[in-house]
């Protein structure tokens, strides 16, 4: 199992202002109303919603917001989203995979389409951009859970692949069917975590300059700012100093 990646930060998530957390708080229960409508209403009975509602728990989404998703979802109520994957290029040539939740397809991709335009990318076909990336299951735990060597005993016993620990974090990677099977195992030994979630994890990255990581932070930020878009994942690389003058 390898130690921390230099490019552990690449999934890119705004976590400030009101305005986004009631945007991320949005885009949590349509995750949580999609997931109960797909299967049993009961997260014990349903791993895609009990692995939902772990996240949003994670990102201190109210209880009652997840419940009233539930209920949409088992009330037959809300409406029917499709799950579309957008691929592209950013500036520097970057890779970029978009995950959406859409009523409307049109509306969905004219807009992701636009936003890539004008933030200097370019939307691809699917499967120009995704060879570059694997589909994980990610299991986020604060260093506090345990020093390095704990982890990586707990995370071998649970079935996991990699794990990276550094300063803030224990980062525990698993094949993505794996995912549900692998956070259990964990909780059982380590406790509550972090985040439990499905990602796109780069094979191969691209390092950018700071002009370039401008201009990516301009589009990752456009892309993340739409109400369809519920993840956005790019290969970018940058050096730590390069890192602090954006910050």
């Keep these: 199992m390898a130690g921390h990646s230099k490019w552990a930060n690449i999934q890119h998530r705004k976590?400030?202002?009101?305005?986004?957390r009631a945007?991320?708080?949005?885009?949590?229960?349509?995750?949580?109303?999609?997931?109960?409508?797909?299967?049993?209403?009961d997260p014990d009975k349903n791993p895609r919603l009990r692995?939902?509602?772990?996240?949003?728990?994670?990102?201190?989404?109210?209880?009652?917001v997840i419940q009233r998703a539930i209920a949409k979802a088992s009330g037959g109520e809300g409406e029917n989203y499709d799950e579309i994957r957008y691929e592209g290029y950013g500036p520097g040539g970057v890779a970029v995979i978009v995950e959406a939740m859409t009523d409307n397809r049109n509306?969905?991709?004219?807009?992701?389409?636009?936003?890539?335009?004008?933030?200097g990318g370019n939307l691809g076909e699917t499967g120009s951009v995704g060879f570059m990336f694997d589909r994980k299951g990610q299991v986020v735990y604060p260093a506090a859970a345990g020093d390095a060597d704990d982890v990586l005993m707990a995370a071998i016993e649970a079935g996991a692949e990699d794990v990276e620990s550094d300063e803030e974090s224990h980062v525990v990677w698993c094949a993505d069917t794996?995912?549900?099977?692998?956070?259990?195992?964990?909780?059982?030994?380590l406790g509550e975590s972090d985040s439990a979630k499905l990602v796109w994890r780069p094979t191969t990255t691209t390092e950018l300059d700071l002009e370039g990581m401008q201009t990516l932070m301009k589009l990752l930020d456009a892309l993340e700012d739409d109400d369809d878009v519920q993840s956005v994942t790019a290969n970018f690389e940058a050096s730590d100093e390069v890192m602090a003058q954006l910050q």
């Design 51 to 64: 692995l939902a509602v772990k996240e949003a728990k994670g990102q201190s989404v109210p209880k009652d």
């Design 23 to 41: 945007k991320l708080f949005s885009k949590l229960s349509k995750e949580i109303t999609v997931a109960a409508k797909m299967g049993d209403p």
């Design 15 to 20: 976590g400030r202002q009101d305005k986004i």
């Design 107 to 119: 509306r969905t991709a004219s807009s992701v389409r636009s936003t890539f335009s004008k933030n």
């Design 178 to 189: 794996d995912l549900a099977a692998v956070s259990s195992a964990l909780e059982e030994q």
